[in-house]
T-cell receptor, first 112, second 116 residues
Framework: KQEVTQIPAALSVPEGENLVLNCSFTDSAIYNLQWFRQDPGKGLTSLLLIQSSQREQTSGRLNASLDKSSGRSTLYIAASQPGDSATYLCAVERSGNTPLVFGKGTRPSVIA | DAMVIQNPRYQVTQFGKPVTLSCSQTLNHNVMYWYQQKSSQAPKLLFHYYDKDFNNEADTPDNFQSRRPNTSFCFLDIRSPGLGDAAMYLC???????????????FGAGSRLTVL
């Protein structure tokens, strides 16, 4: 059974520092991995999707890497801003059109 | 413009009183999902529909049912809510099939259920 872990659950960084968020999964046979952002009391917003054949994806200040063999993905947010404070969840898909398995998320606080 | 709309955003019910949450989408996506999310927890999949094909997760309580009368709408019915059913309920859609973006999920804002 696939398990997704995100450690730590929360962290604080000063504004301007790069954020590094970790995600690990137990079964390396994945179809894709997605990163989501969730603001308090809201739904999830898709940030990046990495196919199993890819090693990274970039969108603006966000960069996500994928190392299937070690069961890890990392989301980097460059030059963090207070508006980046939210919960970031990663999720993996085992094969096409199968439901995602989510981690519990990491909640960074960016302090001005 | 919101593409996945959930109503109501906040629902308060009494223990045992049935509740229906609704989800509508303007994306014409084939797949619709219902997730339950409790505080500081990962979203937990309850059901999903691929077109009209219904898929129930093995550990979804019998208390929870779903309907999808057409492509645009999906409903979550909780027949006899207990205190443990208080949570945020998230609806999501995806295009499905193959190709780029097929599995990208679009979420609604959620419906927060309180059980008194």
């Amino acid at each position: 059974k696939q398990e997704v872990t995100q450690i730590p659950a929360a962290l604080s960084v000063p504004e301007g520092e790069n954020l590094v968020l970790n995600c690990s999964f137990t079964d390396s046979a994945i179809y894709n991995l997605q990163w989501f952002r969730q603001d308090p009391g809201k739904g999830l917003t898709s940030l990046l999707l990495i196919q199993s054949s890819q090693r990274e994806q970039t969108s603006g200040r966000l960069n996500a890497s994928l190392d299937k063999s070690s069961g890890r993905s990392t989301l980097y947010i460059a030059a963090s801003q207070p508006g980046d404070s939210a919960t970031y969840l990663c999720a993996v898909e085992r094969s096409g059109n199968t439901p995602l398995v989510f981690g519990k998320g990491t909640r960074p606080s960016v302090i001005a | 413009d919101a593409m996945v709309i959930q109503n109501p955003r906040y629902q308060v019910t009494q223990f045992g009183k049935p509740v229906t949450l609704s989800c509508s989408q303007t994306l014409n996506h084939n797949v619709m999902y219902w997730y339950q999310q409790k505080s500081s927890q990962a979203p937990k999949l309850l059901f999903h529909y691929y077109d009209k094909d219904f898929n129930n997760e093995a550990d979804t309580p019998d208390n929870f049912q779903s309907r999808r009368p057409n492509t645009s709408f999906c409903f979550l019915d909780i027949r006899s809510p207990g205190l443990g059913d208080a949570a945020m309920y998230l609806c999501a859609t995806s295009r499905g099939g193959r190709g780029s973006g097929a599995n990208v999920l679009t979420f609604g804002a959620g419906s927060r259920l309180t059980v008194l």
